[in-house]
């Protein structure tokens, strides 16, 4: 029996590392067929918006996934494909032209033509990653993906060049290294992301795939089959966690399990009258949220994420009146998690020192609310029910206001 054509993959996010180890099958190179074979999954902290910060930590999530991964398999895997994003990444188009050298465009003309596109500076401190033809000109001809056998005198080629932080991938490999791996190649992530996400169909028509992670969002914009646009904003799953702990005054930890428990990234979704349990300490006693203020919380982040990733479509030139015919698609689902995050609203978010500073405004009128209440006779006669369900929305009304989550509407003019 042949021996197995075996792949790994290698996924090192803020929060967690990833790996795969697949069978490939298929026709080959044409239409390959990945079958997987085992999955592994390791807490990680050593890695923040795509840089190593800590390299025995990442080491150690590292060897913990892919033991992991060929414990399921029952294989052992020698090296490793890794994605790679984050703010060090880059990106620049870059124009090559060469002169014909026989009566047809040879596979030699299309190489030198591609090396003169790569022939640029690329800084003291940056390494080349990706270099992807974007499309081909034969003799003011546009819009080959190749020119081999043509017939020309000139060719020209639109190159994207994409570059990562030399520093930044050689702590990534000496990461992988003391775990007993081999890194075989550096991928850029948002490009992995879409061959598992996005049909050809869509990045023809021109799409965006935004991948929101532990520390940061990725956007990548496709379009005519080609990556056009990259960028990563600083927002991300991490900062949601975090208006958890200042807007319920819970740990990280719990915030976290709040969040994936609870949460759901647009309020209408979720049932105003709900009520979850908050961690407390003695100290504190029994505390309970309505799950509405939860997702509140988490949907103003969100909309702020997906705010700044549509200023980013802005800036790249696919604002509204040039947007992605073919919609977007989203990744990294772990960070966000919950229900509704295709439709976030537009309020405007306030910020996390408003809601600190209005924590002593928020529990005063929580209490002064129910006692006020209380003291009506009708409390605790038929209707009840009625006052009781009213008293609810005033403490929520009030917690809101006092943490700056709820927006008033001005009143319009006559």
Not at 140 to 167: C, F, K, N, W
Not at 247 to 258: K, P, Y
Request: proline share 4%; glycine share 12%.
């Amino acid at each position: 029996m042949p021996d197995r054509k075996l792949v790994a993959g290698l996924d090192l996010g803020s929060t967690k590392t990833c790996a795969v180890i697949a069978e490939v099958a298929g026709d080959l190179p044409r239409a390959p067929i990945a079958k997987i074979l085992g999955v592994g999954l390791a807490k990680n902290s050593g890695v923040r918006r795509g840089v190593v910060r800590d390299i025995d930590e990442t080491t150690r999530s590292v060897a913990a996934a892919l033991k992991d991964a060929e414990r399921m398999a029952g294989a052992r895997v020698p090296d490793v494909t890794c994605g790679i994003a984050g703010e060090h990444v880059s990106a620049r188009g870059s124009t090559g032209v060469v002169a014909v050298s026989g009566e047809e465009i040879a596979p030699q003309d299309v190489g030198r033509v591609n090396e003169v596109a790569r022939a640029v500076s690329l800084g003291r401190d940056h390494e080349l990653l990706h270099d992807i033809p974007q499309e081909y000109v034969v003799d003011q001809q546009h819009g080959i993906s190749d020119p081999v056998g043509m017939t020309g005198t000139r060719l020209e080629v639109e190159m994207y060049l994409v570059t990562v932080q030399a520093t930044a991938a050689q702590n990534l490999r000496k990461s992988v290294q003391r775990a007993g791996y081999r890194v075989a190649d550096l991928v850029l992530e948002p490009l992995a992301a879409s061959y598992a996400v996005l049909t050809d169909d869509e990045k023809e028509l021109g799409v965006a795939l935004v991948e929101v992670g532990g520390s940061s969002t990725g956007v990548a914009i496709f379009h005519e089959g080609k990556i056009r646009h990259l960028a990563s904003l600083k927002y991300a799953g991490s900062h949601v966690t975090s208006d958890l702990v200042q807007g319920l005054g819970v740990t990280q930890s719990d915030a976290e399990r709040l969040k994936e428990r609870h949460g759901a990234a647009y309020t209408p979704l979720v049932d105003a009258g709900e009520m979850v349990s908050l961690p407390s300490t003695a100290g504190q006693g029994a505390r309970t949220a309505s799950r509405e203020l939860v997702a509140h919380i988490i949907h103003q982040r969100v909309d702020e994420i997906f705010q700044l990733v549509g200023r980013e479509f802005e800036r790249a030139g696919y604002g509204s009146g040039r947007g992605a015919p073919a919609g977007h698609g989203r990744a990294g689902a772990r960070s966000v998690r919950g229900a509704g995050a295709r439709g976030t609203s537009r309020d405007r978010y306030l910020g996390t020192r408003r809601q600190r500073a209005s924590a002593a405004v928020r529990r005063a009128g929580r209490a002064g609310v129910v006692r006020g209440a209380q003291k009506c006779p009708r409390w605790h006669g038929r209707a009840g029910s009625t006052v009781r369900r009213l008293t609810r929305k005033a403490v929520r009304t009030v917690e809101a206001l006092a943490t700056g989550f709820l927006l008033i509407p001005p009143i319009s003019g006559p």
